[in-house]
């Protein structure tokens, strides 16, 4: 089953830290690939994503991402977190052969120490 | 623009009962998706319609979970009766094309407690 693993639960870093988010999934097929944010009290909203092209991919607030296809990974970066940083972050993937639907990773919960 | 809205906001009640969820996609979205995300897991599809059209349903836990979107636009989902493992947050999602291509817009939830 198509599946979509984030390694970390809860990371907690200082402000000005850099910050790398993992994300692997489990699909043998062509898929797109996103990053979606959910800061306190606010909906769901789409970070960055991936349909083809330059692997590297910059999205919104100066993260970017990288899509490793021999990894099967897409993990997350920012150079320097900043306290509005703090949110839950989610990797999703949506596979060519079945488009309608996003799976998601159980997210990662991000904590930043002002 | 709008974004997509939910009812209620949130919503507690006992087993066996019925609640219905309802959802707004954006305006001029064919697109309607709902999800599910129970706590601590991850946030798991339920359904897409293409306007009032279920075009995938293989997410929906088992019959006790019914969605309509009668007339292409605002859409339901019933559950009856309530179990306590139904218990979490119901997200909807409107887009203007299927995931893969266009983004889905995501509404607040609605969080359900099942007592």
């Known amino acids: 089953a198509q599946s979509v693993s984030q390694h970390n639960h809860h990371v907690i870093l200082s402000e000005a830290a850099s910050l790398e988010l993992g994300c692997n999934y489990s699909y043998g097929g062509t898929v797109n690939l996103f990053w979606y944010v959910q800061y306190p009290g606010q909906h769901l909203q789409l970070l960055l994503k991936?349909?083809?092209?330059?692997?590297l991919v910059k999205g919104i607030k100066g993260f970017e991402a990288e899509f490793i296809k021999s990894k099967f990974s897409f993990n997350l970066r920012k150079p320097s977190v900043q306290w509005s940083d703090t949110a839950e972050y989610f990797c999703?993937?949506?596979?060519?052969?079945?488009?309608?639907?996003?799976?998601f990773g159980s997210g990662t919960r991000l904590s930043i120490r002002p | 623009e709008a974004g997509v809205t939910q009812f209620p906001s949130h919503s507690v009640i006992e087993k066996g009962q019925t609640v219905t969820l309802r959802c707004d996609p954006i305006s001029g979205h064919d697109n309607l998706y709902w999800y599910r995300r129970v706590m601590g897991k991850e946030i798991k599809f339920l359904l897409h319609?293409?306007?009032?059209?279920?075009?995938?349903e293989s997410g929906m836990p088992n019959n006790r979970f019914l969605a309509e979107r009668t007339g292409g636009t605002y859409s339901t989902l019933k559950v009856q009766p309530a179990e306590l493992e139904d218990s979490g947050v119901y997200f909807c999602?409107?887009?203007?094309?299927?995931?893969?291509?266009?983004?889905?817009?995501f509404g607040p939830g609605t969080r359900l407690t099942v007592t």
């Open positions: 991936y349909f083809s092209g330059d692997p």
């Open positions: 999602a409107s887009s203007q094309g299927l995931a893969g291509v266009y983004e889905q817009y």
């Open positions: 319609f293409v306007k009032e059209s279920k075009q995938d």
């Open positions: 999703a993937v949506s596979p060519y052969s079945s488009a309608s639907k996003i799976i």
